[in-house]
Each structure stands twice: as structure tokens, then as C-alpha cells.
């Protein structure tokens, strides 16, 4: 899948496992919850392409070529081990870990979460420049350290959905990956000595993706015509739950 595809589908998720309306509900959260996790999430749907140097993330991210070759070679390549359960699980742990990182200033009682916050700033940045939301990646990065700032400042209990919420967007990006024709090495490093392909799946329109990987090629070629139908089918499915998030955040203010 194409960035902006990545993107959509974690902002999508988060609405999905946070929201009973138009979600599952499995994992329900307050409206600033929903909408501060679902950019979050939007741009933790971009991590797994920092192996690939010309990804938004890698390109976004200060010295992030450099980050991009030390990940595509130890993870050996694009869509190689960065896109495997053992990253997702590394992945988790590092956002557990970064959980935990936290400064309690001088004469204050509570401790702020600087580590999850940090890590939203990133990923708030990386999902508003992929989404076109800000046209460039100053404002894009303004508008992600002021809302971690923000966040961090006034609402610190927030962040204790922040691995989760990168975790889902991580997960996100493997499953849309899958659904096209090049796969994803989901037991890497085990690589198989034949790619595995649901053959009998319709409309696919390439049978064989790259050795090693597991394909469900419903959507064809990465950015085909029928992932953007997804795309948007997607974008306005989390639209309708943000709506809804704003919607009851700013119902107290006007009873």
C-alpha cells in the first residue's frame, strides 16, 4: 500500500478499537483519547517503511536516511524484516519502554510522560505531512510537538493508550501490505523457499510476490485503483468517528 493508503488505515483503526459508534468498541477511550490516538496511530501506521530510504518517515525524521540504512540492513532490505511479527513485537516493547520515560519538574506532585510524548510528536508529524494535512514538514512537526506539548501539559493521563496505539497502527500497516501482491515476510527471518499466495482469491493480478512472503492480493498492485477505493471507504469511516469524538467532546460546553 501507498503512504497516504498506511495513514488512513491507522487513523481507521483507532476509530475501529475505540469507539462502539461506528467501532467494535473493544478498547473504549474518551473523546480526546479517540482523536489525539487517531493521529498518533496515523502516523505509527508509517513506521514499518523507515527500512525504505525515499518513505515519508525516513525522510521526515531528522538523520532519518541514516535510521533507514541501519533498518534495511539489519532487517535486510524493504519489506524484510521490518514488516515481520518480530518487529511488531519489538516494536511494542520499545513503545512500552518509552511508557515509562518520565520527568517530574521541581515542586510538581505527578510525573509528565516526556517519552510517549515524544514519540506522538513523531508520529503526529509523520501522519499530518503523509495525509497532505500540513504541506510542509515545519508546520507538520509544529503541529506535533504542540499537540504532545499540549497533551503532556494538560491531559499527561492521556498517553496511557500510546502502546497500544502504536502497536495497532504497526499491526495496520503489515495487514494492508499483505492484501497487495508483494506480501510481507510475516515469520521472518524464517523465509520460506516459496512465497505462500491464496491462489483461488478474485481479481488478484499477480500470483507470485517476492520469496518468503504471505500474500491476500485482493488489492492488486500497490496504489491500484481498488486500494484507493479502500482508501476512501476508510477515510470516511474514521471521519464519521472523529466527527462523533468531536461531537461529544464539545457537548458539555454547549448544554
Request: aromatic share 10%; hydrophobic share 55%; with cysteine.
Amino acid at each position: 500500500m501507498m503512504g497516504t493508503s498506511h495513514a488512513v488505515s491507522g487513523a481507521a483503526a483507532w476509530v475501529a478499537v475505540t469507539t462502539a459508534v461506528p467501532g467494535f468498541g473493544w478498547a473504549p477511550i474518551d473523546p480526546v483519547g479517540v482523536l489525539a490516538g487517531a493521529a498518533v496511530c496515523a502516523g505509527a501506521a508509517l513506521l514499518p517503511d523507515i527500512d525504505h530510504p525515499s518513505s515519508t518517515i525516513a525522510t521526515g525524521l531528522p538523520g532519518g536516511r541514516v535510521i533507514s540504512g541501519v533498518a534495511s540492513g539489519i532487517s535486510g532490505g524493504h519489506r524484510k524484516g521490518m514488516h515481520s511479527l518480530v518487529a511488531v513485537l519489538g516494536v511494542l516493547i520499545a513503545a512500552i519502554a518509552l511508557s515509562y520515560v518520565t520527568w517530574t519538574p521541581e515542586g510538581w506532585s505527578d510525573p509528565l510522560p516526556i517519552g510517549p510524548a515524544a514519540g506522538a510528536a513523531v508520529c503526529i508529524a509523520v501522519g499530518t505531512k503523509c495525509l497532505r494535512i500540513a504541506k510542509g514538514w515545519l508546520l507538520s512537526w509544529l503541529i506535533g510537538i504542540a499537540s504532545a506539548i499540549a497533551l503532556t501539559w494538560w491531559m499527561p493521563g492521556q498517553f496511557s493508550w500510546f502502546a497500544t496505539c502504536i502497536g495497532v497502527g504497526y499491526l495496520v500497516h503489515l495487514l494492508g501490505d499483505t492484501l497487495t501482491t508483494g506480501g510481507v515476510p510475516w515469520l521472518w527471518p524464517l523465509m520460506l523457499k516459496r512465497p505462500v499466495v491464496f491462489r483461488r482469491t478474485l481479481l488478484i493480478t499477480k500470483l507470485w510476490p517476492r520469496r518468503g512472503c504471505f500474500a491476500l492480493p485482493l488489492l492488486g498492485d500497490a496504489g491500484s485503483w481498488r486500494e484507493w477505493i479502500l482508501t476512501v471507504a476508510l477515510g470516511v469511516f474514521a471521519a464519521w468517528g472523529l466527527v462523533l469524538a468531536v461531537v461529544q467532546l464539545l457537548a458539555p460546553l454547549v448544554a
